[in-house]
């Protein structure tokens, strides 16, 4: 943000105050699109730019014909040049400025105590603010971020301001989307200031997402003349004994996602469970460990996932090892199989010479890395950089907020999904829809990320029809299914 500043300031020409005058406004704005009570306005403010925007926002409310007063709870020697600016023409104009907590009630409380660059826990007077500020009977409105939360991480920095609703300045900060800051933010919306957002597009350390309509111009193409050889051959290695379930899930997904043909490596013992439920998929079995016959399958795939209900078996470790010694092709490790390659991490070393993808929750993500869950949950974005910065492979940290990373790409954040996905097998429907989208030639990035958007936009469908506690993996496909047949319907009108 302070680059994206300094090029609009100092390369396009427009001053630092006018970025302030166009803030404060959106921020006005945005309360008055939300029907909030303006007629006795309190803003917090800090001694920084954020405070600036405070000021500014307390005096266009002024000049709007309601009540508006600024409660200053910076340091007069602290105080940027643009703040010192607003807070100058308020005196002027008679808004009052409180030093001390002031005892009248308010319609609307804006926080405009700390932005972006707070670093350290919140103590001492600014502590007493925040705290004060929750305890108001007020609308709480957030100027940028709520103050206390990390812009980066979403952690509470010793204490937060709990906001109604974040006014977002040029783009919505990681912070307020990463859960625990997620829960401080309300509704967040994003703001334009005049800071152009290909600055942020051309900055690999910035994250992305993607808007639900734009989910039919990211599906594959399904040429007219095709055949199931056109959009790939699938081996699920997959499902040891009593296992089935997971076998057919991802399996399933890999099929609703668009592969063509999907061969089932799984536990004898699973045979005919499988062939009942999914008369579509070839079924492929072992009782034991057998070389030769994996390797034959390996080559006759264009793409392989390993891992769902496969178990930690000294057979199924056999089977991983092998097959991330020879494998060629792009490579989905999911569940078990991250549990066994945790014992085995110079494999990823030696699958370097194909795509390989990574799917784990947070607690398998602490056996692949050595960190506590506590440390992940911290920084899981630096954790990430970190792990794939040794590793060249394609990660999915799954989790309330889905990161998908990779050396050269920007960071994939999923907004989309809700807790009704939280049920045994969804992950094994996410691991199904990523082999399905790399089967049809996609990168194995985009696979990722794609794979986890229409997941997520499958559970928001599945929970519109079954309701927050009744979701089951099963209902994920078919909200998959429909949500892609509408972006479908979407492309061809």
Request: some cysteine.
């Amino acid at each position: 943000m302070k680059r994206a500043d300094m090029h609009t300031i100092h390369e396009v020409g427009i001053p630092s105050v006018v970025l302030m005058e166009r803030a404060a406004l959106k921020i006005v704005e945005a309360l008055e699109d939300a029907g909030v009570p303006l007629d006795r306005t309190l803003a917090v403010c800090g001694s920084g730019n954020n405070g600036g925007d405070g000021f500014a926002a307390a005096r266009i409310i002024t000049e709007k014909g309601y009540r508006a007063a600024v409660l200053f709870v910076g340091k007069e020697s602290s105080l940027s040049e643009e703040c010192r600016l607003q807070k100058e023409i308020a005196e002027n104009l008679g808004i009052p400025v409180f030093t001390t907590f002031p005892e009248e009630e308010y319609t609307v409380i804006i926080d405009a105590v700390f932005g972006v660059g707070l670093s350290r826990d919140v103590t001492g007077h600014y502590a007493e603010v925040i705290e004060w500020m929750n305890a108001q009977n007020a609308f709480k409105a957030a100027a940028d971020i709520p103050s206390g939360i990390c812009s980066g991480t979403g952690q509470v920095l010793g204490t937060a301001f709990c906001a109604d609703l974040t006014v977002a300045i040029a783009c919505e900060k990681l912070g307020c989307e990463l859960y625990p800051g997620k829960n401080y933010t309300g509704k967040t919306v994003v703001v334009p200031i005049g800071i152009d957002p290909e600055l942020f597009a051309e900055d690999p350390s910035v994250c992305f997402t993607w808007d639900k309509e734009e989910l039919g111009n990211l599906l594959p193409k399904r040429p007219a003349d095709s055949h199931k050889g056109t959009y790939g051959k699938v081996l699920m290695i997959t499902g040891s004994r009593g296992m089935a379930g997971a076998s057919y899930l991802s399996a399933k997904a890999a099929y609703t996602a668009g592969a063509g043909l999907v061969q089932v490596y799984t536990s004898e013992d699973n045979r005919q469970i499988l062939q009942q439920l999914l008369p579509e998929a070839i079924i492929s079995c072992y009782e034991g460990y057998e070389e030769k016959r994996l390797d034959n399958l390996l080559e006759w795939a264009d793409v392989v996932c390993i891992g769902c209900g496969l178990g930690q078996s000294e057979i199924s470790e056999h089977i991983l090892v092998h097959t991330l010694e020879q494998i060629g092709k792009t490579c989905i490790i999911d569940a078990d199989g991250l549990n066994l390659l945790s014992r085995h991490m110079e494999l990823l070393d030696r699958a370097g010479r194909c795509p390989v993808i990574l799917t784990p929750h947070m607690k398998e993500m602490s056996r692949l890395t050595g960190k506590s869950v506590s440390q992940i949950n911290a920084d899981r974005r630096g954790i990430l950089d970190e792990f794939t910065g040794k590793y060249k492979a394609v990660c999915v940290l799954k989790d309330s907020r889905t990161i998908t990373a990779c050396q050269g790409c920007r960071r994939f954040v999923n907004l989309a999904g809700n807790s009704a996905m939280a049920k045994a097998g969804s992950g094994d429907v996410l691991a199904g829809v990523i082999t399905g989208l790399a089967a049809q030639g996609i990168d194995a990035f985009q696979s990722a990320a794609l794979g986890v958007w229409i997941h997520a936009c499958g559970g928001d469908e599945a929970k519109a029809e079954k309701g927050s506690w009744g979701v089951l993996a099963r209902d994920l496909i078919d909200g998959i299914q429909k949500c892609m047949k509408r972006a479908e319907e979407s492309i061809e009108k």
